[in-house]
Nanobody, 126 residues
């Protein structure tokens, strides 16, 4: 059974940093895509960053490119999302998701992913 657990959210001032963690069990990144999504209040869930084949292929939404970095710690079975230079518009609930056998080369909708963790709230104050 695949289980994902996201953590690390919190309240941070604009310009600050946070690191989110997604602890994964029952799945390994070398045969799956792991994605980070966020959902701002009143908006649809959007893809932020995806990683396929562990650290071999990482892609980012234009809104976070250059500020966010996704990376894995295979020994811990954890995927991280390092967020820097945070902006108020980064506020939202962040989710990690996974799908076996998927390789993503562009930002795709949430429907592409089959396993989801619970969200973690990130609030960026101005």
């Amino acid at each position: 059974e695949v289980q994902l657990q996201a953590s690390g959210g919190g309240l941070v001032q604009a310009g600050g940093s946070l690191r989110l963690s997604c602890a994964a069990s029952g799945i390994t990144c070398d045969h799956a895509a792991i994605g980070w999504f966020r959902q701002a209040p009143g908006k649809e869930r959007e893809g932020i960053s995806f990683i396929s084949r562990c650290d071999a292929d990482a892609i980012y939404a234009d809104s976070v490119k250059g500020r966010f970095t996704v990376f894995t710690d295979n020994a811990k079975g954890t995927v991280y999302l390092e967020m820097t230079s945070l902006k108020p518009e980064d506020t939202g609930v962040y989710y990690c998701a996974a799908r076996e056998g998927l390789v993503v080369t562009v930002i795709v909708p949430p429907s592409y992913f089959t396993h989801w963790g619970q969200g973690t709230l990130v609030t960026v104050s101005s």
